[in-house]
């Protein structure tokens, strides 16, 4: 079983779409640990994830606390 801790370590900061629409449910992750930001998107069967990336490429990371 996890523990809180292990939980909580990924936080949604956003959400849009819905499970039952045909362009299906996008979110974007925060890993509070490493502070990357993730794209999550799912619809029906499928889905994918992919970590963020600025306009020069580099991935979105987030130094805060969660």
């Not at 523990?3 to 045909?22: H, I, P, T």
């Amino acid at each position: 079983m996890f523990n809180k801790k292990q939980d909580e370590r990924f936080k949604r900061v956003y959400a849009d779409g819905g499970e039952l629409r045909d362009d299906g449910r996008r979110q974007i992750l925060v890993d509070t640990e490493t502070g990357v930001h993730y794209l999550v998107w799912k619809s029906g069967y499928a889905g994918g994830i992919t970590p963020l990336l600025d306009s020069e490429g580099n991935v979105v990371i987030t130094k805060s606390d969660y």
